[in-house]
């Protein structure tokens, strides 16, 4: 199975701030990852697949980028609405696995 | 717009079977664009999948999962199932549904609200 992993657990930013959260996978997956947010007892929404192709309806300030075994998702310029969990999955093989995510807080 | 929702017991005794039942709205779950997922949340932790069905019946377990799994579909409701036999507590989580393209490949991009379900005797 892949592992999935996160860096950092936890992120402390302001609104207007650029933030980068890191995914490394357990072994190369080419450009079969993806990014999804999540705010509290809400699902999941995809934000990123592919790597770097920007979901329908997300704004532009969510990037993704890399391959093989290591991908960033940057935020260029937080609004109050970005903070939230972070997850990153990989859909290489199954079973998909996900990053065990990234909780982005109001400094 | 398509919309998924669970539904079933919130509430599960150790050992029984849980069963969750995933509606579709707004498009078809026939389709051969398309994979029905399921994925589970226990509280306050991260996400794990469980599995997904393809309109033809062909499914796709978790190995951590797979012998205690049953995912079924019925396109005459348009809906498809979660069975999960022999719960503990470990089991208690909330509970996704979601559609993942297949033609062209797009991961999970509608899912249903979740829903919790609490194994406990």
């Known amino acids: 199975d892949i592992q999935m992993t996160q860096s950092p657990s936890s992120l402390y930013a302001s609104v207007g701030d650029r933030v980068s959260i890191s995914c490394r996978a357990s072994?190369?997956?080419?450009?079969?990852l993806n990014w999804y947010q999540q705010t509290p007892g809400k699902a999941p929404k995809l934000l990123i697949y592919?790597?770097?192709t920007l979901q329908s309806g997300v704004p532009s300030r969510f990037s993704g980028s890399g391959s093989g075994t290591d991908f960033i998702l940057t935020i260029s310029s937080l609004q109050p609405e970005d903070f939230a969990t972070y997850y990153c999955q990989q859909s290489y093989n199954t079973p998909y696995s996900f990053g065990q995510g990234t909780k982005l807080q109001i400094k | 717009q398509v919309q998924l929702q669970e539904s079933g017991p919130g509430l599960v005794k150790p050992s029984q079977t849980l069963s969750l039942t995933c509606t579709v709205s707004?498009?078809?779950?026939?389709?051969?664009?398309?994979?029905w997922n399921w994925i589970r949340q226990p509280p306050g932790k991260g996400l794990e999948w469980i599995g997904y069905?393809?309109?033809?019946?062909?499914?796709n377990s978790n190995p951590s999962l797979e012998s205690r799994v049953t995912i079924s579909i019925d396109t005459s409701k348009n809906q498809f199932s979660l069975k999960l036999s022999s719960v503990t507590a470990a089991d208690t989580a909330v509970y996704y549904c979601?559609?993942?393209?297949?033609?062209?490949?797009?991961?999970?991009?509608?899912w249903g609200q979740g829903t919790l379900v609490t194994v406990s005797s």
């Open positions: 979601a559609r993942e393209g297949a033609v062209p490949a797009v991961p999970l991009d509608y």
């Open positions: 069905i393809y309109y033809s019946g062909s499914t």
């Open positions: 592919s790597a770097s």
């Open positions: 072994q190369n997956i080419s450009g079969y």
């Open positions: 707004g498009g078809s779950i026939s389709s051969s664009d398309y994979y």
